[in-house]
């Protein structure tokens, strides 16, 4: 699968995404301008000049995007791992009656339903 199937196929929370600018800069000294991309977090000033090496300033934003941050597949496993244990565990210990009733007050909230 290539890297950009991934990051279509990747479901992440709306905090695990960075933006990232496709920008035009220019340097400060020999007014060369160049287009690279950047996170929308660098600052406007900063990037040196391929050139002359001295700093350059952001002129336009070409293009804006999203993209998925990389989850770290060691967390990600403990969590499955975890959940795999805790669900029939959680299960065992619930009554009938009890799993039911949790399952009633979910539906209820999920259609907007007030609860008895």
């Known amino acids: 699968m290539g890297t950009v199937e991934w990051e279509r196929n990747v479901r992440t929370h709306p905090r695990m995404r960075s933006t990232v600018l496709t920008v035009r800069r220019r340097c400060l000294v020999c007014d060369e301008e160049e287009v690279c991309e950047e996170p929308a ?3 406007p000033i900063g990037r040196a000049c391929s050139s ?3 700093p350059t300033e952001r002129v ?3 293009r804006r995007r999203t993209k998925p ?3 770290n597949p060691h967390a990600a496993a403990l969590g499955r791992l975890g959940g795999l244990k805790g669900g029939p565990a959680r299960a065992q210990l619930l009554s ?3 799993r ?3 399952a009633r ?3 209820r909230k999920r259609w907007g339903l007030t609860d008895d």
Request: hydrophobic share 50%.
């Open 41 to 43: 977090e660098a600052e």
């Open 52 to 54: 002359c090496h001295a």
């Open 60 to 62: 336009a934003v070409v």
């Open 69 to 71: 941050l990389a989850r």
């Open 96 to 98: 009938a009656e009890r």
């Open 100 to 102: 039911r009733e949790i």
């Open 105 to 107: 007050h979910a539906a």
